[in-house]
């Protein structure tokens, strides 16, 4: 009795030192910090709906950082309902916007290409970590006036989900300037510029912008999904996902879709750096080329285009907001229980009529954003390639001491690569390179934001299959690398050489830099085998 009541207190001490060491390892381990604080709406807000503007602004410097600031100071002065969302790593960004107050948000969490070009496919994720009534995507530098939120309290109201585009109008010239605070435009001698006025003066513009970066998404977050399917990793900015994303919706047919050009009143100032298109010179650049590629590959777009010509027209007509059919000019205006539903020509006293009929024909000579038809844009076959000569990738990547991270891969080990790429991420290496053993991995890595190279030295016919270790393809891979790690030594850089399937614990650069110049250090990747590296001078 004794050794049974001895043995179940041995058991139970024996727990309790388990939980004990439980608790203190768990104290020992790195803490794990929130990858995004969740931000509270200020009190003073109205009762209007809370919407969120995200955008990737560029550096804030130079015109470009002036035009944006403006912008943002736009956006902040709308209303205290509107917060701001900017995806950016960039240095620049953190300092220049400590005067726009605590609704302004800075969240580099999303996927960057190497070039720093953000991922328009992470950025739609990550806006679901913001909770909101309505969300919007803006070009960093379109300025919003104040219909904007007019416009948004009336379509909170409807009694179903939806989703709409606008085209800011393109000015060359704005004769105002905003105040600090972002709430009022001046003259030059500081008197106000009313904001009908304003509006006039940009809605008399029919100069609509031409690029798809530019176009203004915004939708309300009741719970349908914009479209069916998956989105693919297009490069922000770059051309064709805006229209994308609206032939999906169309297809998928679970939001009112509808074009609200006519009712916002939006702007930015034309400039030569303006090509938010993807678009070097008015012609096609490779990122344009490789969202082409992707907007052909995912989705419906490619077989089946939506049809632009009869997206609905939202218009303010005489203080009351009607909905207008480009094809018919049917009109559905809103009675009190704001449904939105078929548009079907309404009967109207013979003076409203003259009134609705005024408004319609204010888009009757204008096309219907005729930019975002797809038709001949979308290339799935299209050969995909960097403008980057292996000796300019180095230079653009390599770390202060001029090391170079050095990865090999073909197609059939794309899966380890980018479980690779994402521990580089995670430990912070970024002077990394890809060297690609077939077309297939180059493209892969280049839609995936990744610094790849070709080299014509690269054994043809590599697969899974052949190329097993000790196999004649495994040396001929071999003396590649061996190869091409002299040509880069050759260049003045020093090289760490890494299989994708080796797991990185730790960064081993600090390491392997303290050795100092001509030093050659291996590492053995035999089963069991523990052991101190031991460089050896050359």
């Not at 209303?79 to 300092?95: E, G, I, K, N």
């Not at 008399?204 to 203004?216: E, V």
């Not at 653009?396 to 479980?419: P, R």
């Amino acid at each position: 009795m004794k050794a049974s009541q001895m043995g179940l207190v041995s058991i139970w001490l024996s727990g309790l030192m388990l939980i004990a060491l439980s608790l203190y390892a768990t104290q020992k381990l790195p803490s794990v910090k929130p990858p995004l604080l969740i931000h509270r709406w200020p009190n003073h807000r109205s009762s209007g709906p809370r919407i969120t503007i995200f955008t990737a602004p560029g550096p804030f410097s130079g015109s470009a950082g002036d035009r944006q600031k403006v912008a943002i100071r736009s956006w902040l002065g709308l209303s205290t309902d509107v917060r701001v969302v900017l995806f950016s790593q960039d240095a620049s960004v953190v300092p220049s916007i400590g005067s726009f107050g605590s609704r302004l948000i800075v969240d580099p969490n999303i996927d960057f290409t190497f070039l720093g070009t953000p991922f328009f496919h992470s950025m739609m994720v990550r806006t679901r970590l913001f909770k909101s009534d309505i969300s919007v995507f803006v070009d960093p530098e379109t300025i919003l006036l104040a219909d904007f939120i007019s416009s948004l309290s009336f379509l909170h109201r409807l009694h179903r989900d939806w989703l709409f585009v606008a085209s800011p109008r393109k000015v060359s010239h704005m004769p105002f300037h905003l105040n600090d605070d972002g709430t009022q435009w001046q003259r030059e001698n500081g008197k106000r510029v009313r904001t009908k006025e304003l509006q006039e003066i940009v809605n008399g513009n029919l100069q609509w912008s031409p690029h798809d970066g530019k176009l203004i998404l915004a939708w309300n977050n009741k719970g349908s999904p914009l479209h069916d399917g998956i989105l693919p990793p297009f490069l922000y900015g770059k051309g064709i996902h805006n229209s994308w994303v609206m032939s999906e919706a169309m297809s998928s047919q679970h939001r009112f879709v509808f074009d609200a050009s006519w009712t916002i009143s939006s702007f930015f100032i034309d400039h030569p750096e303006n090509s938010s298109n993807g678009l070097i010179n008015g012609e096609r650049g490779w990122e344009y080329d490789g969202n082409s590629h992707l907007g052909a590959l995912y989705g419906s777009s490619y077989f089946r285009e939506a049809n632009f010509s009869g997206l609905a027209i939202l218009l303010r007509c005489y203080g009351r907001y009607l909905f207008i059919d480009p094809t018919s000019y049917a009109v559905n205006p809103f009675g009190q229980g704001h449904e939105v539903g078929l548009l079907k020509r309404r009967s109207f006293h013979s003076w409203r009529m003259k009134k609705v009929s005024a408004c319609a024909a204010r888009i009757k000579s204008s096309e219907n954003l005729p930019y975002l038809s797809l038709k001949n844009q979308l290339k799935a076959s299209t050969k995909l390639s960097l403008p980057f000569s292996l000796e300019s990738l180095l230079l653009g990547i390599a770390n202060e001491n001029k090391t170079i991270v050095l990865a090999v891969a073909g197609y059939s080990y794309k899966d380890m690569l980018m479980s690779w790429v994402c521990r580089m991420r995670i430990l912070k290496v970024t002077n990394f390179v890809i060297y690609a053993l077939d077309q297939d991995i180059y493209e892969f890595s280049i839609l995936q934001g990744l610094p790849v190279f070709q080299d014509s030295s690269a054994p043809s016919e590599i697969s899974f299959d052949n190329c097993h270790f000790g196999s004649e393809c495994f040396q001929r891979v071999t003396k590649v690398k061996s190869r091409m790690v002299l040509k880069i030594l050759k260049q003045g850089y020093n090289v760490l050489l890494s299989d994708v399937d080796v797991y990185w614990f730790k960064n081993p650069i600090p390491l392997l830099s303290s050795f100092g110049p001509s030093v050659l250090s291996a590492q053995s990747d035999e089963y069991n085998k523990i052991g101190t590296l031991t460089p050896v001078h050359l």
